[in-house]
């Protein structure tokens, strides 16, 4: 019995170190408690949001889920030493009596032993428990350092994330104004400026997403700050231009496509761990796309050719998951 519980322990303990590492420096993909953690409290604060229409709601997640995450981590740790050190009776010893430890206080020294504050009050028996006393510490040196790093990088993720929100919704607030405001002399050649700047930045927001998940759920209440409408809308944008102008540059036409093509490596990223295409795509009014002299095909030529996209469907679920309508990201 003894064996069973130090095992569950040990398996505990491994299940969290392996959840902390794939999350924080895997660059991939979250561990498997993060994941269930996040898409609960995510999908149960998206449930709420449709309900009540409180995008306050959304907004809470993403902290939340950061710090119950490290909470969720030092508590399993926690227990998984805890179980160690109860599996036996001379496991945890009290120097001033001379006695052995009950489970409480065998709570109390991993408790000490892991955040390594080393008050003392408890030691660890000979041998063996004096190793895993050692390993313990360590262990819980580890996991703080890494999540404290790990918040420092969302943070600074989450900033640079609305950073380029703004950005893009300065060049127009529809996909039809981006259009418009930025046609020039019909060329497009200053959209194209604007675009070829912001491609490396959509490019390390994407890979941003991709090394830190928790933060597709740090949501912004303002569409003006929300980068999944900005990054939909600019999207839409060059679509348009790409497909209804046949006139373009061959400097310009390639600016624009190497947007898109970073655009559509973001929505690679969300396919990966966050979103799954929608069976779906509501219908394009013909009238929320522009009409201007540098396009010379009809709208609704070019509306049939962006509901024909496979990428739409991707989009109208980034859009959806993070509490934005279809219909409002066009006007």
Not at 27 to 55: D, K, N, Q, V
Request: charge should be neutral.
């Amino acid at each position: 019995m003894s064996t069973f519980i130090a095992l569950s322990g040990f398996v505990l303990v491994g299940l969290v170190i392996h959840d902390a590492v794939q999350t924080t420096l895997s660059a991939s993909r979250s561990g498997p408690i993060t994941r269930l953690l996040g898409r609960f409290a995510w999908f149960t604060a998206l449930w709420l949001y449709r309900r009540f229409s409180r995008h306050g709601l959304l907004q809470a997640v993403g902290p939340w889920v950061t710090v119950g995450l490290l909470s969720v981590w030092m508590g399993l740790v926690w227990l998984g030493w805890w179980l160690v050190f109860n599996s036996h009776e001379t496991a945890v010893f009290h120097p001033g009596s001379g006695t052995y430890a009950n489970p409480l206080e065998r709570l109390y020294f991993v408790g000490y032993t892991i955040t390594t504050l080393g008050y003392g009050d408890f030691v660890a028996g000979t041998g063996r428990w004096q190793v895993f006393a050692v390993l313990a510490a360590a262990n819980g040196f580890f996991l703080l350092t890494l999540a404290v790093t790990y918040i420092l990088s969302v943070m600074s993720a989450v900033v640079q994330k609305r950073q380029l929100a703004l950005s893009i919704h300065a060049l127009g607030s529809t996909p039809a104004a981006i259009v418009q405001c930025l046609e020039g002399e019909g060329d497009f050649s200053e959209l194209a400026e604007q675009a070829d700047s912001l491609k490396s930045t959509i490019i390390s927001v994407g890979q941003q997403h991709l090394a830190y998940p928790i933060l597709h759920y740090y949501h912004q209440g303002y569409a003006e700050q929300a980068l999944p409408v900005a990054l939909f809308r600019f999207y839409q944008a060059l679509a348009i231009i790409c497909h209804g102008s046949t006139s373009l540059s061959s400097s310009v036409r390639f600016k624009l496509q190497a947007t898109l093509f970073s655009l559509e490596n973001f929505l690679m990223v969300l396919s990966h761990d966050f979103v799954r295409p929608a069976r779906d795509v509501p219908g394009i009014d013909a009238s929320w796309l522009p009409s201007t002299t540098g396009l010379d095909k009809p709208r609704e030529e070019i509306r049939d050719y962006l509901e024909g996209l496979e990428s739409q469907r991707v989009w109208h679920a980034y859009l959806e998951k993070d509490g934005w309508e279809w219909r409002t990201s066009w006007e």
